[in-house]
């Protein structure tokens, strides 16, 4: 049964990733629907445990047949997250606007992912934000996803974060040298 399961462990990373794509369509819909933020903080937590859950499979049983397709899904994922928040007016679309030019030009004037990474906790930061403005129970909901992502994975977190600082000084100290 264990090898059952290693060998076909990467279709279910694939599923995974591929099932982001979907999200991002419900999550669309959701804003153009008018939906709460309540049923919105359900999807964004869905995509966020596809995102673990896909990263934690890969590493544990190999590289996937659509691993090409795990930042494409993420960045997309973010982006609907980002169209969510300024369709139904929660930020304005000047500041979203400005942060994402930002950080764009510093991570391709830089060559470094850190203010990409930035970027995509900014975006889900601002999500929380208004979570946390709009209705608690959403989030109540996502502090609970946050909670469980890292105490499933609390290397991965840790080692997100060490990687996170490391390039953000190497971004800072790179005029210096």
Do not use: C
Not at 141 to 152: E, G, P
Request: no cysteine; aromatic share 16%.
């Amino acid at each position: 049964m264990k090898g059952l399961i290693s060998e076909n462990a990467h279709y279910l990373a694939d599923f995974l990733t591929l099932s982001r794509f979907f999200i991002v369509l419900m999550l669309l819909y959701y804003a153009i629907q008018g939906f709460s933020i309540r049923a919105a903080s359900i999807i964004v937590i869905t995509g966020w445990f596809t995102d673990v859950f896909d990263g934690m499979i890969a590493r544990k049983y190999g590289n996937t047949s659509l691993g090409f397709l795990d930042l494409p899904a993420d960045l997309t994922f973010v982006s609907a997250i980002i169209f969510y928040l300024v369709y139904t007016r929660l930020f304005p679309l000047k500041w979203v606007a400005g942060i994402t030019l930002l950080l764009l030009s510093l991570a391709l004037a830089f060559k470094n992912e850190a203010p990409m990474n930035f970027w995509m906790g900014v975006v889900y930061g601002g999500f929380i934000y208004s979570a946390v403005r709009k209705d608690s129970h959403a989030f109540v909901l996502l502090l609970i996803a946050i909670i469980t992502i890292i105490v499933l994975n609390p290397s991965r977190a840790f080692d997100k974060v060490v990687k996170f600082l490391k390039n953000s000084s190497r971004l800072f100290s790179s005029g210096d040298s």
